[in-house]
C-alpha cells in the first residue's frame, strides 16, 4: 500500500497567520491522463469530514479561497493564508491513485 | 438536497453481526461507486470497503476481508455493510462515501458508531 506521511501532526496557530501541512507519499500520484490524484479533508472536532480540495489543487465549493493546494509527483503541501476559528480541526490527505486508497495521519490545527 | 444518511449502528457482542445502510437522495445513486470508510475513536480514517456502480464489484481491507460484505440496491438507492465476527477493534464510526473516481470521496454521510463489547 501506498504509504502517506504528513507533518506536522500538530500545529498551533495565531489567529489570522499562515499554516502550512506537507503530505508525502511513496508512490507518485501522477496517472497517464494527466491528473494527479491527492485529496485533502477538513474534520472539524465533532463533526463529519469533508472535501476541501482534489486533485492537488482543486477547490471544492464553498471553500474559502483561503485554502489552497500545491504539489506534484510524491510531494504536495495544503496552505491556510490567514487562520480563522473556524478552520480548527484535523486535516487530512489522502491519496487516490493507487489501490487501496490511503490517508495520512491526519494534522491537528489549534490556536495559540 | 444531495445527501447520504448512515443508519444501523449500535453495540454489539465480540463475535456478533450487524447491518450498516446508507441512504442516498439527491442524485443519481446507480452512476456511483461507493465506499465505507471508518475511524476509530481518537483515530484517523481508514479505507473499508468499496462497490462499483452495478455492485459486481466489490473490494475490501485486508482487515475485513472475509467478515465484512458490501452490496447496494440501486431500486432502492441504498448502500449497505453487512459486519459478521466482529472484533473490538472493529469499534469505529463507520461512514458511507461517495466516490465519483478515483477515490475522490466527494460527499460523506454522517456516519454510524459501531461499538464492539462485552
Known amino acids: 500500500d501506498v504509504v502517506v506521511t504528513q507533518s506536522p501532526l500538530s500545529l498551533p496557530v495565531t489567529l489570522g497567520q499562515p499554516a502550512s501541512i506537507s503530505c508525502r507519499c511513496s508512490?507518485?500520484?501522477?496517472?497517464?491522463?494527466?491528473?494527479?490524484?491527492l485529496n485533502w479533508f477538513q474534520q472539524r472536532p465533532g463533526q463529519t469530514p469533508r472535501r476541501l480540495i482534489y486533485?492537488?489543487?482543486n477547490r471544492d465549493s464553498g471553500v474559502p479561497d483561503r485554502f489552497s493546494g500545491s504539489g506534484s509527483g510524491t510531494d504536495f503541501t495544503l496552505k491556510i493564508s490567514r487562520v480563522e476559528a473556524e478552520d480548527v480541526g484535523v486535516y487530512y490527505c489522502m491519496q487516490g491513485l493507487h489501490w487501496p486508497p490511503t490517508f495520512g495521519q491526519g494534522t491537528k490545527v489549534e490556536i495559540k | 438536497e444531495v445527501q447520504l444518511v448512515d443508519s444501523g449502528g449500535g453495540l454489539v457482542q465480540p463475535g456478533g453481526s450487524l447491518r450498516l445502510s446508507c441512504a442516498a437522495s439527491?442524485?443519481?445513486?446507480?452512476?456511483?461507486?461507493m465506499q465505507w470508510v471508518r475511524q476509530a475513536p481518537g483515530k484517523g480514517l481508514e479505507w473499508v470497503s468499496r462497490i462499483n456502480s452495478d455492485g459486481s464489484v466489490p473490494s475490501y481491507a485486508d482487515s475485513v476481508k472475509g467478515r465484512f460484505t458490501v452490496s447496494r440496491d440501486n431500486a432502492k438507492n441504498r448502500l449497505y455493510l453487512q459486519m459478521n465476527s466482529l472484533r473490538a477493534e472493529d469499534t469505529a464510526v463507520y461512514y458511507c462515501?461517495?466516490?465519483?473516481?478515483?477515490?475522490?470521496?466527494?460527499?460523506w454521510g454522517q456516519g454510524s458508531l459501531v461499538t464492539v463489547s462485552s
Open positions: 439527491g442524485f443519481t445513486f446507480s452512476n456511483y461507486w
Open positions: 508512490q507518485s500520484l501522477l496517472h497517464s491522463d494527466g491528473n494527479t490524484y
Open positions: 462515501v461517495r466516490d465519483p473516481a478515483y477515490a475522490a470521496f466527494d460527499l
Open positions: 486533485k492537488v489543487s
